[in-house]
């Protein structure tokens, strides 16, 4: 298990980081300013004691925003290119904006609880969301903290859990582009399963760095129990995730300009609000590995240094 000697309330203090209501902190500090090797680390070590990180008041150019997550991680561009921003295929644009007539990236992306890339053997370490226009109504990122409900999951749901693992796809998202017009459906969906096959992941995970135990199971991407009939396996998912999925559980981040949003995927499932129809959203999300594996045990991105 991997552990520095800096207390929380230091590494908070170096980046001036305050608690937010609810849960994670926020700090003020510029990403163009966060440039030595000792303030990267800093952060990173914020993100995975406090989770979710809200740095306020930013103001940066795309260019600057891709430069920071590469300082600050491996950055892993999404999987299938028309998510990608035209110049900078590093960003995953969710917009409902077009730009210049044309549409650009997909909109109403993350409307599911689900965890980025569980889907994938190497799952994204950290995510980082800005949003770029915010709509007038309400426009939230919502998280459920997995350890909490881990620590609180009742041993009906627990035990049958013990040493096993659960299998995760992202088949039945994939967004229909229109290079798929007159495709048969079962051929888009073998398609889709070639760039993404699915991955087994343990149902508990251990943070490879504060030794937290997370549940890593999501309504939105897992599909299947190990040991268990696909019946039975569905079935005990609805329970579990009716248990997960429970208001007490939730905290909804609220969406302001200037804001980037970043936190730790090993703690978090995580689900986009809806936007009020007419009215615009654009954010752009980058993500990366941050150079530990992603939970202890786990070999694929271990190597993927910052």
């Not at 990403?31 to 303030?39: E, K, M, N």
């Not at 430069?67 to 295929?89: E, I, M, S, T, W």
Request: charged fraction near 25%; aromatic fraction near 10%.
């Amino acid at each position: 298990m991997t552990r520095t000697s800096a207390s929380p309330s230091s590494v908070a203090g170096a980046l001036g980081a305050s608690p937010q209501a609810g849960l994670g902190v926020e700090t003020a500090t510029r990403i163009q300013d966060l440039t030595a090797p000792g303030d990267l680390s800093a952060l990173r070590e914020l993100v995975w004691r406090e989770k979710l990180v809200v740095l306020t008041g930013q103001d940066f150019t795309n260019p600057e925003y891709v430069a920071f997550a590469r300082r600050l991680g491996h950055v892993r561009p999404y999987f299938q290119d028309n998510y990608h921003h035209p110049d900078h295929p590093e960003i995953f644009v969710s917009s409902n904006v077009p730009e210049n007539g044309q549409k650009v990236g997909v909109a109403g992306t993350g409307r599911m609880w689900h965890s980025d890339y569980s889907m994938f053997d190497d799952p994204l370490s950290m995510t980082m969301v800005a949003p770029r226009i915010v709509p007038r109504g309400k426009r939230e990122t919502h998280f459920i903290d997995m350890g909490r409900v881990l620590r609180e999951l009742p041993p009906e749901l627990r035990r049958p859990l013990a040493g096993r693992r659960t299998f995760h796809e992202a088949t039945w998202y994939y967004k229909i582009q229109p290079k798929d017009i007159d495709r048969a459906i079962v051929e888009l969906i073998d398609e889709f399963r070639k760039l993404s096959p699915g991955a087994w992941h343990p149902a508990e995970i251990e943070h490879p760095f504060t030794g937290e135990r997370m549940l890593y199971v999501s309504s939105g991407f897992t599909t299947k129990v190990e040991g268990m009939s696909q019946e039975e396996g569905n079935a005990f998912l609805q329970r579990l995730c009716a248990f997960v999925e429970q208001e007490r559980f939730i905290h909804a981040q609220a969406w302001r300009e200037g804001d980037i949003l970043l936190w730790d995927n090993r703690f978090f499932i995580h689900h986009a609000s809806t936007v009020a129809p007419g009215e615009a959203s654009k954010s752009y999300r980058i993500s990366l590995n941050d150079g530990l594996p992603f939970y202890v045990g786990h070999t694929g991105a271990a190597g993927l240094a910052p």
